[in-house]
């Protein structure tokens, strides 16, 4: 089944075109606010959550991670849900009227707690599709928030004050949409260039920050087939983020679950969240010397079972608890305190 989903991936990519035209789009840059009267609240994270095309629409993993996290969210009374990309394999959506809304995100989502914003990211097999559609479809659905390509979220605790940044970084357009891995070359160079320039203004604008979050569908690190680094993120991101004093980049792609840290003393925390439809079991870059892996997730046993994450923000500290898909036993809870904001 994990050779089929490669082979199908790459099939299918080759059949699919990304133009400048298909990027452009008058659409304003955003910054969503929300504040909460409570010392504290929780979100969940899902990754390459995208189902499978006509006539399946969803899979047994998908939707069995997608009741797990109904009952975590309605146990802690989650606020919203970061997507990470890949919402749809293999090729995206047509248009804001295509079946697999239905199929696929609707129908497979349909439990009361997770009427809840859903905030999204695209992936690169998003681009085989419209992302036209998938932001379009912010405006017709309840719950899907995708208002551009990259936006901002700023969560405050009141009346502490206590304020969570989260950037919704699109790292497609940036680092390309290759059909045998990311190869590095934009989509569009121009506007890459433009989300570039906007990231590091969000990151200059955010450092007041206590806990400055940094999302993207591909990792940095990775113990897996992509690993163990993207050179197009390696290069230039993640320089931004040490030198920003980000708190956590949380990315998908592999379809596993993997927390690691820089063995050269990088205070980021490295987290992937990425088997909420597909599970590949194997870690080709496991004992890389550049990384130290810390938890990793994504063994045969776990082929049908996939995986999301739950956080929890308080005053003092915030947690990322990975969350096993099948029953929603937690794996492994990764604390990060509070920035010294500047």
């Not at 999302?215 to 050179?231: E, K, W």
């Not at 991101?237 to 949380?250: E, F, K, N, Q, T």
């Amino acid at each position: 089944m994990v050779e089929f989903v490669k082979l199908a991936s790459i099939v299918l990519l080759l059949f699919s075109t990304v133009s400048a035209a298909s990027v452009r789009a008058d659409e304003p840059q955003m910054l969503i606010t929300n504040s909460y009267d409570a010392d504290s609240f929780s979100f969940l994270i899902a990754g390459d959550n995208g189902g499978f095309p006509e006539p399946f629409y969803s899979t047994q993993l998908q939707r069995g991670v997608a009741a797990s996290m109904a009952n975590q969210s309605e146990a802690h009374d989650c606020k919203f849900i970061l997507e990470l990309g890949d919402n749809f394999y293999f090729l995206g959506v047509k248009d804001i009227y295509d079946r697999r809304w239905r199929g696929t995100f609707e129908e497979v989502y349909d439990y009361p707690s997770l009427y809840i914003p859903w905030y999204i990211t695209t992936g690169n097999h998003d681009w085989g599709g419209s992302v036209q559609a998938q932001i379009d479809y912010t405006k017709i659905s309840t719950r899907w928030t995708f208002p551009w390509y990259w936006y901002t979220l700023e969560h405050t605790l009141e009346p502490s004050g206590t304020k969570i940044r989260t950037i919704m970084f699109e790292t497609t357009i940036p680092c390309g949409i290759g059909t045998t891995g990311i190869d590095g070359v934009p989509i569009d160079e121009e506007m890459a260039e433009e989300e570039w320039a906007w990231l590091e203004k969000e990151l200059q604008d955010s450092q007041d920050a206590d806990y400055l979050i940094v999302t993207g569908h591909y990792p940095i690190y990775s113990a897996s087939t992509n690993g163990p680094t993207v050179a197009c993120l390696k290069n230039r991101l993640d320089p931004l983020l040490r030198a920003y004093g980000v708190s956590a980049y949380i990315s998908g792609h592999e379809h596993s679950a993997q927390y690691l840290l820089s063995n050269d003393g990088s205070p980021v925390k490295y987290i992937i969240i990425g088997c909420s439809n597909f599970v590949t079991p194997w870690f080709a870059n496991e004992n890389s010397d550049v990384f130290s892996a810390e938890f990793l997730f994504a063994s045969w046993r776990d082929i049908l079972t996939g995986c999301f994450a739950r956080a929890d923000v308080t005053t003092e500290h915030m947690d990322i608890t990975i969350m096993e898909g099948k029953e929603g036993h937690e794996l492994y809870t990764i604390t990060i305190p509070k920035r010294s904001a500047s």
